[in-house]
T-cell receptor, first 114, second 112 residues
Framework: KAGVTQTPRYLIKTRGQQVTLSCSPISGHRSVSWYQQTPGQGLQFLFEYFSETQRNKGNFPGRFSGRQFSNSRSEMNVSTLELGDSALYLC?????????????FGDGTRLSIL | DAKTTQPPSMDCAEGRAANLPCNHSTISGNEYVYWYRQIHSQGPQYIIHGLKNNETNEMASLIITEDRKSSTLILPHATLRDTAVYYCIVRVAGTSYGKLTFGQGTILTVHP
């Protein structure tokens, strides 16, 4: 069974640009969550999608957004990039996103802002 | 979310059991304990989770105390590939969909 796939693995952007990251969940999983990992802040929850609807959201500015498609694939977008957005962005999927079901992570997209 | 406390680092000899403790004294009755690990440059890997009873799978065993205020992750025969950051997470039930709150974790170093 294929795991969570994130593309691209590496990305370099400049300040002010925008970026779109993609996540394909494990087959049959309908919940997709996104996380940001930085050396200073650690792993932080961005948002979660289920059935194309955002159900939960972390404390990030509106520049960070996402969406989910009918096949459960998800994208996240960051607009007006800042230097502080340099991070490893991780996607995780689970069957329904409830607390009794484990999430499985991809290996992330490493975003560098110049 | 219930706060967890883990030692910042631990060492273990290859082939020996690694016992990683976690304190979660404010855990509520319907909150699950999860363990993940992260090897450098990879995404976190799910290891095991439990509510009240001890759990075992092909990777590890999870021992939860009767009062649920602490737990121990046991890797029965540690290998060099088990060197990683280990995170103990208490997962809130209810409407906190898809959210895991990561702390600083324990850096486990397995020595030859």
């Amino acid at each position: 069974k294929a795991g969570v796939t994130q593309t691209p693995r590496y990305l370099i952007k400049t300040r002010g640009q925008q970026v779109t990251l993609s996540c394909s969940p494990i087959s049959g999983h309908r919940s997709v969550s996104w996380y940001q990992q930085t050396p200073g802040q650690g792993l932080q929850f961005l948002f979660e999608y289920f059935s194309e609807t955002q159900r939960n959201k972390g404390n990030f500015p509106g520049r960070f957004s996402g969406r989910q498609f009918s096949n459960s694939r998800s994208e996240m977008n960051v607009s007006t990039l800042e230097l502080g957005d340099s991070a490893l962005y991780l996607c995780a999927s689970s069957l329904l996103g409830t607390s009794n079901q484990p999430q499985h992570f991809g290996d992330g997209t490493r975003l560098s802002i110049l | 979310d219930a706060k967890t406390t883990q030692p910042p680092s631990m060492d273990c000899a290859e082939g020996r059991a690694a016992n990683l403790p976690c304190n979660h004294s404010t855990i509520s009755g319907n909150e699950y304990v999860y363990w993940y690990r992260q090897i450098h440059s990879q995404g976190p890997q799910y290891i095991i989770h439990g509510l009240k009873n001890n759990e075992t799978n092909e990777m590890a065993s999870l021992i939860i105390t009767e009062d649920r205020k602490s737990s121990t992750l046991i890797l029965p025969h540690a290998t060099l590939r088990d060197t990683a950051v280990y995170y103990c997470i208490v997962r809130v039930a209810g409407t906190s969909y898809g959210k895991l709150t990561f702390g600083q974790g324990t850096i486990l170093t397995v020595h030859p």
